[in-house]
């Protein structure tokens, strides 16, 4: 009808693959680059370049005592990787996610920047299992101050890395002024990055969604 009366017809109206075409025109991640992210590709070219340069250096026999060191550390690292992930998934799946954004969320104020503070200080083990925690809370509603409280006090007062290293090393008098002097770091690192940074981070998280 359109036709007849000499005005164009509507972009992909009444055509099919023009319409297929433009739902399909926008860009796309296709192929290999859908499951390798970019800085993986970096990683590995370093990787390949220092191994390259070590067996041109130092030969083969030192390419091979690398790999058997790597592999040695794979094996140590995977299981906790794994760890990790199940015990990320089980915060995701079993704590609701209205509970985390009334006691971590935005709202939360003072009190969410407290609680991530002590589950931050209590969380054990490395960063293998801390930073899924964290991701796992994140993606339930928590926001940028209490994530940023919880990392720092996992970093700077790990509580079971006192007990297991520190209390080892260093006397009583030491690890108290430590431990008391840590103790409104994380608070205050969650205030900045709720002042400075909470904006940008909803826009960035918009932008993705």
């Known amino acids: 009808m359109n036709h007849v009366l000499g005005k164009p017809a509507p972009s992909g109206e009444g055509n099919p693959s023009a ?20 800085d993986t590709l970096i990683l590995l070219a370093i990787a ?14 030192a390419v091979e ?12 690292i995977v299981p906790m990787i794994v760890a990790g992930l199940l015990l990320a998934g089980l915060v995701e799946v079993l704590v609701p996610r209205e509970f985390v954004a009334r006691w971590l969320g935005t709202s939360s104020g003072f009190r969410g920047l407290l609680l991530a503070t002590v589950a931050g200080a209590m969380t054990p083990g490395g960063p293998f299992s801390s ?12 926001d ?34 430590r ?16 002042g400075l940074f909470a904006r940008m981070w909803e826009r960035a998280e918009q932008a993705k969604n």
């Open 19 to 38: 319409a297929k075409k433009s739902r399909s025109s926008g860009p796309k991640v296709t192929g290999f680059r859908r499951f390798v992210a970019v």
């Open 48 to 61: 390949l370049s220092a191994g390259i340069a070590v067996w041109y250096f130092k030969g083969i026999g």
């Open 65 to 76: 005592e690398a790999v058997y060191a790597d592999l040695r550390l794979v094996l140590q």
């Open 131 to 142: 930073f899924p925690i964290v991701l796992a809370l994140h993606r339930a509603g928590a």
């Open 144 to 177: 940028i101050g209490t994530m940023v409280a919880f990392v720092t006090a996992w970093s700077v007062i790990g509580i079971n890395r006192l007990l297991v290293w520190e209390i080892a090393f260093f006397d009583s008098d030491f690890l108290i002024v």
């Open 179 to 194: 431990f008391i002097s840590s103790i409104p770091l994380p608070i205050i690192a969650g205030l900045i990055a709720r």
